[in-house]
């Protein structure tokens, strides 16, 4: 007969064969990265990461990068803790800090999104090869629940994931606490003899994740655990992944991608997918020819693909892209819009130019021929004769009003693969001069959409 105990069983904090297996990862890694605020969560991972790589030898780098954003009066200090803490560690520590003005509205989500623009600034610098996070099962639990209250599809409720390769602005991210109780987090750092920085938002029920903790203390007692829920992410993130790879397989397929920019396909074969693949579709399609994941309302894609698929002819604007159908195909440009492409001038270096195109050009005093200079930007803006210009076969000119020209400055368009091309007797110039289109993103959009749309992410 098991002994029962007469009350509450207090949770014993990690025991160091879990550690190590839930850190056995990392071990493929040479460069790291820990994001620590000072809360229970990641400070628990700086220390038991702490205590890993000194057990294991792991002999990679680390940095503790802290985000201050200044939007409470003890940022400051809970920053300051968390360097103190890495320091008795020997880890090197960095406060990145929120500056300029704050939004009124959707504070935690622009939050959240100006953090990981500042990480990514930093690991850009720095090298690290990913990002390690400290979200627990609790957390897990709770995105869940949010975007269930959303209307999210299978995209949204395959929540977080272990190993997240393409994160937002393209960090790897690392959740070895994932399958772990915050509670057992906590434990460790009191066995430690530890305290940690407590956000009085949390508990504050203004804000909907507090509210979705105490409903989930309410659904646990109902058997709707964090483990159970957990669970059900994992069935839906592999009928995610199913459905990606399809996605994908279709697209290779149906995709006509010119070098210069602008896709077309089929309209016919378009129209004789399931609904799901072409919403999914077109977010890719949209996000492609952009060069930039942006949040859209689902109500949008539901109205680009009505028109598609009842129109005849059919144009519309989305994304920052015209997309539009005429008899037997669909088309899709970057259009110029309020934000027209930047022109490099002068265009030297080597960069991104608007997020779809790698360029690099030789220095000043490399570019034999140019003394007068070169300019990088779009052809819509650019001082070029446009009876000199070839247009494609096959495709609408105004598709090439984004397309990546180079010229001279004496207006010259200089001929290059991933242009259109020209009249001019300098073609053979170009040769040192590096442009060409981003390779497609591994990861499918997610298709997240606004705070306060209808409905969530497909």
């Keep these: 007969m098991h002994n029962v105990p007469d009350g509450p069983v207090e949770l014993q904090g990690l025991p160091v064969e879990d550690v190590d297996l839930l850190f056995s990862k990392l071990n493929s890694f040479s460069s790291l990265a820990l994001a620590v605020s000072g809360g229970a969560d990641s400070l628990c991972l700086m220390v038991l990461f702490d205590e890993w790589r000194q057990r294991t030898g792991w002999s990679g780098s680390s940095e503790v990068v802290i985000v201050d954003h200044g939007l409470r009066s003890e940022s400051a200090e809970e920053a300051s803790f968390v360097v103190q803490e890495a320091g008795k560690r020997g880890l090197p520590a960095t406060v990145l800090r929120w500056v300029g003005a704050k939004p009124l509205a959707n504070i935690q989500e622009e939050a959240r999104v100006a953090r990981y623009q500042l990480i990514a600034s930093r690991l850009s610098d720095t090298g690290a090869q990913a990002l390690l996070l400290g979200h627990h099962l609790d957390d897990q639990a709770e995105t869940f629940l949010d975007r269930l209250t959303r209307g999210s599809g299978i995209s949204g409720l395959s929540a977080m994931a272990a190993d997240e390769p393409d994160g937002p602005e393209g960090l790897r991210l690392l959740r070895p606490f994932l399958s772990v109780r915050k509670a057992q987090l906590e434990a460790s750092l009191r066995k430690r003899g530890l305290s940690w920085c ?30 159970r829920i957990s669970q059900t992410s994992l069935h839906v993130r592999r009928a995610r992944q199913a459905l990606e790879v399809s996605v994908q397989e279709i697209a ?39 060069g930039r994941q942006i949040k859209r309302r689902f109500s949008s894609l539901q109205a680009l693909d009505s028109g598609l698929m009842t129109k005849e002819t059919f144009r519309q604007t989305l994304s920052g892209c015209q997309l539009g ?63 000199t210009i070839f247009w494609p076969d096959g495709w609408p000119r105004e598709a090439f009003d984004c397309s990546p020209v180079i010229w001279t400055g004496k207006g010259i368009g200089l001929n290059h693969a991933a242009s259109v091309s020209f009249e001019t007797v300098n073609s053979d110039r170009c040769e040192d001069l590096e442009l060409e289109r981003l390779p497609k993103r591994v990861k499918l959009p997610g298709n997240h959409f606004d705070e306060d749309a209808e409905n969530g992410e497909i």
């Excluded at 029920?205 to 655990?225: A, D, H, P």
């Design 325 to 387: 159908a005429s008899e037997q195909t669909i088309w899709c440009w970057r259009e110029p819009g309020r934000k027209v492409p930047a022109t490099l001038a002068p265009f030297v270096g080597g960069g991104i130019w608007d997020n779809r195109f790698r360029y690099k050009a030789p220095e000043a005093s490399e570019r034999a021929g140019f003394q007068e200079g070169l300019f990088l930007g779009p052809l819509c803006k650019a001082p070029i004769a446009r009876s």
């Design 198 to 227: 407590s956000d009085p938002s949390n508990g504050d029920e203004k804000y909907k994740r507090s509210r979705l903790r105490r409903i989930l203390g309410l659904l646990e007692t109902e058997g709707l655990t964090p483990e």
């Design 252 to 290: 290779e397929r149906l995709f006509v991608e010119h070098p210069a920019g602008p896709v077309k396909l089929r309209l016919p074969a378009f129209r004789a997918l399931e609904q799901e693949f072409r919403l999914r579709l077109l977010g890719l399609l949209l996000d492609r020819v952009s």
